[in-house]
């Protein structure tokens, strides 16, 4: 009977301390597409991004000239000089590959200059919601847009505008 009792005692104190959780909801990807300097630096990616693929798209058609030009002179060329030019090719497409994956790679030019555009926008709005989580004593905060699914979420627990306000930045009408 006393463990019966001791067990009852800690079932109501997890689940009142489980109702004592404060919790919202916030759209990371809504607020990021509505601070000016995320979009600047969402809009200098991409014109890097094209520069370096245009740079890329040169050096690729270069080896597919080479290639056409020694496929119509293939005949009149002889194997010393074939090989020659089937290792300038090679060479020049391995040039274009490498610079593709300098560019684009997993740790490349692309993601290099994303960290140092858009983390110090991350990171200001990383601050502000534990701001706002602190300030209005929030003990859990979901993301919505991010792989953490949410199936639903009431509007009243949607704190996006209010971390946009303590970014200093008017909300638009909301989705």
């Given at each position: 009977?006393?463990?019966l ?38 809009t200098?990616?991409e ?5 370096w693929?245009?740079?890329i ?9 080479m290639y ?8 009149m ?16 497409e ?18 290099k200059?994303?960290?140092?555009l858009?983390?110090?926008v991350?990171?200001k ?24 699914s ?20 008017t909300?638009?009408t909301?989705?």
């Amino acid at each position: 009977m006393k463990k019966l009792i001791i067990l009852f005692t800690v079932a109501i104190f997890s689940h009142l301390s489980i109702q004592a959780q404060r919790y919202c909801v916030i759209d990371s990807k809504y607020i990021l597409e509505n601070v000016p300097e995320y979009k600047q630096a969402q809009t200098k990616l991409e014109e890097i991004s094209t520069q370096w693929q245009k740079e890329i798209d040169a050096k690729l058609q270069d080896v597919d000239r080479m290639y056409k030009s020694y496929q119509a002179e293939q005949v009149m060329l002889s194997d010393e000089m074939k090989k020659k030019r089937e290792d300038e090719i090679i060479k020049k497409e391995k040039e274009a590959k490498d610079l593709q994956k300098k560019r684009f790679g997993v740790e490349g030019d692309l993601f290099k200059k994303r960290q140092e555009l858009v983390k110090p926008v991350q990171d200001k709005v990383y601050n502000a919601v534990q701001k706002m989580a602190s300030n209005k004593g929030y003990d859990i905060i979901f993301d919505k847009s991010a792989d953490l699914s949410v199936f639903f979420a009431d509007n009243k627990i949607d704190k996006s505008d209010d971390v946009l306000k303590d970014l200093g930045i008017t909300s638009p009408t909301k989705k």
